[in-house]
């Protein structure tokens, strides 16, 4: 990814997803949606019961756990479709993840401006609680560029000097 100066603007794939239901599952399946970044465009009722939400929401939202949650959330009574309707401009920011102040390109992501510090902390704290304790402190930090948005500790691991002084 060139420097921040270099970019003119990101463009993100969007589609427009049809999802059918039982009135019961509408509320939190409208949430999923909403929290995914969806721009509700229709909802009608086809009968008694049924329902078609519409939604336009970005490609990457719906890829990694979308439908499983969808599924969960309607207790399996819920069907999804979704189509293309092409580019749209967004304001992504690129975060950089480093360990004691080195940038680790491979943990490095692309995320939406306004996700960037949950996201940020979310790593941070899964990195402090998967890395084992050194001999030193290691700083996980989140950056967007030079600024930092998250940082974690891991504390050194202490010898004990005086364990030997006891037990006879």
């Not at 008694?48 to 207790?75: A, C, G, T």
């Not at 390109?105 to 996201?119: C, G, K, M, T």
């Amino acid at each position: 990814l060139p420097p921040a100066g270099q970019i003119d603007r990101f463009e993100e794939p969007f589609i427009r997803g049809k999802i059918i239901t039982k009135e019961e599952f509408l509320g939190p399946l409208m949430n999923l949606c909403q929290e995914r970044r969806g721009i509700q465009k229709d909802l009608k009722y086809l009968d008694m019961n049924q329902v078609l939400l519409v939604y336009e929401m970005p490609l990457n939202e719906i890829i990694l756990d979308f439908y499983d949650r969808l599924k969960s959330l309607s207790k399996g009574y819920a069907s999804f479709d979704y189509e293309w309707i092409g580019l749209r401009e967004t304001h992504l920011v690129k975060v950089d993840v480093m360990l004691n102040s080195e940038i680790v390109d491979a943990l490095s992501f692309i995320v939406e401006r306004e996700q960037a510090y949950i996201r940020g902390k979310l790593i941070t704290e899964r990195l402090r609680e998967s890395i084992p304790r050194q001999m030193f402190e290691v700083a996980i930090q989140a950056a967007i560029g030079s600024k930092i948005i998250a940082r974690e500790t891991i504390r050194a691991m202490r010898k004990d000097v005086t364990a030997k002084c006891y037990g006879g």
